[in-house]
């Protein structure tokens, strides 16, 4: 097993990358994500998976041990082969991955591009006592500390006397349909459903 590739960036584009290792150039299949994370020079270390088929040997890097280990537990799951794994984490981070199958959240992994509500299921299903155990997610609706327009809309929420549990579970949905909702309009928002 291939666990890790340091060595000279060659070629990249969103999709993959070829490093040069003594000579060697390696063809690795990437996410968005670790595309986002690329370093400017051209030394470069990528965790690696490598999954070995009949027909193929192909080679995934990550820029994160913790995107690879995402990877390894969803390919795990009945349904999902490498390219939907790929897919899921070029759509969402990591982080909103692990989230969502620790709060039972079907219509953000549903939300990816062909995922059907059953592979969302399952993936909730298979997943969540291991992403649960490994990544010491709670149940409850974690907000990252370098998301302060969320933690703002909470705050206020809070002052104005709604649960901060319940209304943190509403304002995670009001960003999943809305990304880049201001802090006043998730209030407003959160309002209306609360």
Known sequence: MIAQIKG???EKSPT???IDCNGVGYHINISLHTYGLLPEGE???LYTFLQIKEDAHTLYGF?????????KLLLSVSGVGASTARTMLSSLQPSYIIQA???????TIQGVKGIGAKTAQRVILDLKEKVLKIYDASEEVSITSNNTIKEEALSALEVLGFNRKATGKVIDKITAEVPNASVEQLIKQALKIL
């Open 63 to 71: 820029m994160e041990k913790q995107e690879r280990e995402l990877f």
């Open 101 to 107: 199958i620790a709060s039972n959240d079907v219509a």
């Open 16 to 18: 993959d990358v070829v």
């Open 43 to 45: 030394n470069l270390k």
């Open 8 to 10: 000279r960036l060659v």
